[in-house]
């Protein structure tokens, strides 16, 4: 029973953050936002029992991704512009 | 119409998705010889407690070749992509 | 152009332990989830770190470029000549001939569950350091060249 609540509160995050990173308009919350989608991804294999794609999601995904956005961030313009 | 359109593709794609758990169980795959063989044979042949590494590493040494030399040709190709950016001008007289 | 000094505190604080961390999933890839490509990925997550929070001609003097190219290069001619050593001793290219031998790595293993033993698992080991040298020398360079241009780009 606790695993189904945590499994459901896993994807319900999953959902909120993919949301969050359309709807911001500050590029550098958005990638964090991204960060968080990937962090809970890992935690979704790992309740489904792959620890090994678990591992390699949390540092590709979460880590590096994260960092390259930022590098790209730092490099142009923080606030998105224009009409969404 | 082209909000109908996205609308019908979404559906689709949901629909899609909803009716794949019905006619595949979750935890009981379709072809179970070859992890039958891993799971009894790696410890033997391996000697590695990890079978899903006595895999990478043993059994399917090649990709992980394949996936080694991809990686240092991505790095090769990052290399050459930030190289005139990196340099300078000095290097465009030449 | 760097972070705040929070940044900064927190990553040097943090970079030897997940350096530590990540070169312990290399090392024991043969016995807990894990292996080669996803420690090394790990290692490379503490260079990101630094990257991220210093600026570059900062960085250029924590994580050396030359130093990153060297282990990307050695780890994967160490994984070559892994696979190279089976031929020297007379069985298939990439053979693990060393599992069961009794030398180096070469303790043979129990069936079923067991709590394991580092000495196990013959070339496994090897090619697990040699792939996560080679994985964290690759995704830092590859950091490295990016964060190269954006500072040439800032000035």
């Known amino acids: 029973m606790i695993d189904l609540i945590i499994h459901a509160l896993v994807i319900a995050g999953l959902i909120i953050s993919a949301l969050m990173v359309f709807f911001f308009r500050d590029l550098l919350a958005a990638a964090l936002a991204a960060g968080f989608f990937s962090f809970l991804i890992s935690l979704e294999f790992y309740i489904l029992q792959a620890p090994d794609v678990a591992i390699s999601q949390a540092a590709i995904g979460a880590g590096l991704t994260t960092a390259i956005f930022v590098i790209a961030i730092r490099a142009t313009t923080r606030y998105e512009e224009g009409n969404p | ?94 | 152009m760097r972070m705040s000094k929070i940044v900064r505190t927190g990553a040097n604080l943090l970079y030897p332990f997940i350096i530590i961390f990540g070169l312990y999933v290399i090392m024991h890839g043969h016995l807990t989830p894990g292996g080669g490509f996803q420690g090394g990925a790990v290692v490379a997550t503490a260079a990101a770190l630094v990257i991220v929070a210093y600026s570059y001609q900062e960085v250029t003097g924590i994580i050396r470029n030359v130093a990153m190219k060297a282990r990307e290069s050695v780890g994967l001619l160490l994984f070559i000549g892994a696979g190279i050593a089976a031929l020297a001793v007379g069985t298939p290219f990439f053979y693990n001939f060393l599992a069961n031998s009794g030398l180096l790595f070469g303790m043979p293993v129990p069936f079923g569950p067991n709590p394991g033993d580092l000495n196990t698992a013959g070339v496994i080991p090897i090619m697990n350091v040699a792939v996560g040298i080679e994985v964290w020398g690759g995704l830092a360079i590859i950091l490295l060249y990016m964060l190269s241009s954006v500072a040439k780009e800032g000035s």
């Open chain 2, 1 to 94: 119409m082209k909000k109908a359109l996205t609308l019908g593709i979404f559906l689709v794609l949901a629909a899609g998705l909803c009716t794949i758990p019905v006619f595949l169980t979750f935890g009981q795959p379709a072809a179970t010889d070859m992890d039958r063989y891993f799971v009894e044979h790696g410890q033997s042949q391996a000697a590695a407690n990890n079978i899903v590494t006595s895999i990478v590493f043993d059994y399917r040494g090649f990709d992980t070749l394949g996936e080694s030399v991809v990686l240092f040709t991505a790095v090769i190709g990052v290399g050459l992509l930030f190289r005139s950016m990196k340099g300078g001008e000095e290097h465009e007289d030449e």
